[in-house]
C-alpha cells in the first residue's frame, strides 16, 4: 500500500476518499499513511519545520492539526489542500415521484 501511496495521484484519490469519511480520525490516519510513503515522519518534519514529536501528535487519530500544519504536510507530501463543491443531491422522494409520474404516462 505504502508503495502505492508513493504516487501523488494515488495519494490525493486516497486522502479525498478519507476525507468524505465521517471520521476525522480516518483523515489523519490516511496523512500519516501518505507521510510515511512519501519518505516518514522525519523526512516530512524537516521539510516542514514541525518537530517530529508534534508531527506524530498531529497526524495521530486523537489530533487536531491547524490549518497552517495541514497545509505544510501535504505541501511537503508534494500535495495540495483544494476546496470543492459538493455533487448536488437530488431529493430521492421527488425523483421517485417523477419517475414513477413518467412511468404512468408512458402506460396511458
Known amino acids: ?9 494515488t495519494a490525493a484519490a486516497y486522502l479525498s476518499a478519507a476525507a468524505g469519511e ?10 500519516r499513511n501518505v507521510t510515511e510513503a512519501m519518505g516518514g515522519i522525519s523526512k516530512i518534519a524537516s521539510r516542514t519545520g514541525l518537530n517530529r514529536q508534534q508531527l506524530y ?5 486523537e489530533g ?3 490549518l497552517r500544519s495541514l497545509t505544510k504536510i501535504l505541501d511537503a507530501s508534494g500535495l495540495q489542500f483544494v476546496v470543492a463543491a459538493k455533487p448536488a443531491r437530488r431529493n430521492q422522494a ?6 414513477k409520474g413518467e ?3 408512458l402506460a396511458a
Do not use: H, I, W, Y
Not at 465521517?22 to 496523512?31: C, E, K, V, W
Open 64 to 66: 487536531n492539526p491547524e
Open 103 to 105: 412511468a404512468v404516462k
Open 57 to 61: 501528535r498531529t497526524l495521530s487519530k
Open 22 to 31: 465521517d471520521d476525522p480520525g480516518a483523515f489523519l490516519q490516511a496523512l
Open 94 to 99: 421527488a425523483t421517485r415521484r417523477r419517475a
Open 1 to 9: 500500500m505504502l508503495e502505492r501511496l508513493r504516487d501523488p495521484q
